[in-house]
């Protein structure tokens, strides 16, 4: 039976990734920045794990008490919307902490193990904001548009080893952490103050009005399918060539 390891598992796509992977008869080890009962009910074949991604010592001891993992899915984030102008530096680097270095931080981690079984998969979630472009979100869009260039590099660099990289780009759904609370401010006036603000207003009723919301079902059923997909890997060079410098 395969183990599948999700961060960020307390709400939106993570939960439903991991009931998911359940339903398929995995392992799953679903883990929480802060485990709560209840969210998603513990069987024989689902185990609730702290893992804060930004807490190195947190995902050393998940996975030592997971054991080996066949699929890591990097799924924890933070959104980010607001004028660039005015988000603080602290907010960016706290935005990149999770989102960018956090999907780093625990793929590095499970590497040694796949590497040495000559077989894992890593799905990292960024965002379909990577492949269209939109405004007040330029912090968000980088760090998730670095996971792309991260994951895709390193797709070739581990597939001598018959290890997968891989990126899932959903679209916007209204999740817990995605709603109003993505803005980076208490209010839309706060994260996006004057003079931005009539053109933002704009912008964001115009985005709330088009056909690009994503349902949670959709993204864990595409990150089930990214895990057991195995046509999609970057081919330049191939094989062992990948490696060399030279
Ligand atoms: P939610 O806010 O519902 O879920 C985000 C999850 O990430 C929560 O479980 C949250 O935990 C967790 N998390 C946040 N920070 C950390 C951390 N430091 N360590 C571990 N877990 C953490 O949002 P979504 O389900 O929508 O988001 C899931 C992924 O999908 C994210 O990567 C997001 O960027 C991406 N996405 C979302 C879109 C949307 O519109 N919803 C669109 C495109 C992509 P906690 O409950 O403790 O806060």
């Known amino acids: 039976m395969k183990t599948v390891l999700i961060t960020g598992t307390s709400s939106g796509y993570g939960r439903e990734t991991a009931r998911c992977f359940h339903e398929q008869g995995w392992n799953v080890i679903a883990t929480m920045r802060t485990p709560r009962p ?3 009910p513990e069987t024989d074949r689902l185990r609730v794990l702290e893992l804060d991604v930004t807490k190195p010592e947190t995902i050393d001891a998940a996975l030592e008490a997971a054991g080996p ?24 680097r706290e935005v990149f902490e999770t989102n960018t270095f956090g999907v780093m931080a625990t793929t590095q981690a499970v590497l040694p193990g796949f590497r040495e079984r000559g077989s894992g998969v890593v799905v990292n ?15 968000y869009k980088a ?5 792309e260039g991260f994951t895709a590099s390193l797709a070739l660099e581990l597939e001598p080893f ?12 209204l999740t817990t952490n995605f709603g109003e609370t993505a803005l980076d401010g208490d209010s839309l006036e706060e994260a996006v103050p004057q003079p931005y603000l ?5 912008v964001m009723s115009g985005f709330m009005n088009q056909d690009v919301f994503t349902k949670e079902s959709d993204v864990a059923e595409t990150v089930w399918r990214a895990v057991h997909d ?4 970057l081919r330049f060079p191939a094989g062992p060539d990948a490696i060399s410098l030279a």
């Open 230 to 233: 195995t046509t999609g890997q």
């Open 143 to 147: 760090s998730k548009t670095a996971v």
């Open 38 to 40: 209840g969210v998603l």
């Open 69 to 92: 993992v066949d699929a890591l899915v990097n799924n924890a984030g933070i959104p980010s919307i607001g004028v660039f102008e005015r988000t603080p530096m602290a907010r960016v």
């Open 125 to 139: 979630v960024t965002s379909s904001v990577v492949l269209g472009h939109m405004p007040l979100t330029a912090v």
């Open 198 to 202: 009539p053109w933002a207003q704009k």
């Open 162 to 173: 018959g290890v997968r990289a891989k990126t899932v780009e959903p679209g916007a759904c």
